[in-house]
């Protein structure tokens, strides 16, 4: 069973930075897109960041493109996202989801998630 552990969350004021890491358990990490998702309570899930395999290849939502930075380090099986010029609106649980396909069926597995609050 992968198992997927966040970690880096924290409080930090606006303008502040954060670095999130997601280590993921021994599995084929590297043919897996990770995806960065984030919710707060009553909210919907809202996609922040994918990181493609095995291109690397990122994509971010127009909310958080030109602050937030996501990576991969596939020697470590984990993946990162930076997070700089923080807004109290990022204030979220920010998930990470591991998914790839074998044999034509996709798979998902997801981390606890770890709290952000950006406030002064």
């Known amino acids: 069973q992968v198992q997927l552990v966040e970690s880096g969350g924290g409080l930090v004021q606006p303008g502040g930075s954060l670095r999130l890491a997601c280590a993921a358990s021994?599995?084929?990490?590297?043919?897996?897109?990770m995806i960065w998702y984030r919710q707060a309570p009553g909210k919907e899930r809202e996609l922040v960041a994918t990181v493609t395999s095995p291109s690397g290849i990122t994509n971010y939502a127009d909310s958080v493109k030109g602050r937030f930075t996501a990576s991969r380090d596939n020697a470590k099986n984990t993946v990162y996202l930076q997070m700089n010029s923080l807004k109290p609106e990022d204030t979220d649980v920010y998930y990470c989801?591991?998914?790839?396909?074998?044999?034509?069926?996709?798979?998902?597995?997801w981390g606890q998630g770890t709290q952000v609050t950006v406030s002064s």
């Open positions: 021994v599995f084929s990490f590297s043919s897996a897109a």
């Open positions: 989801n591991a998914r790839w396909y074998s044999n034509y069926v996709r798979y998902d597995s």
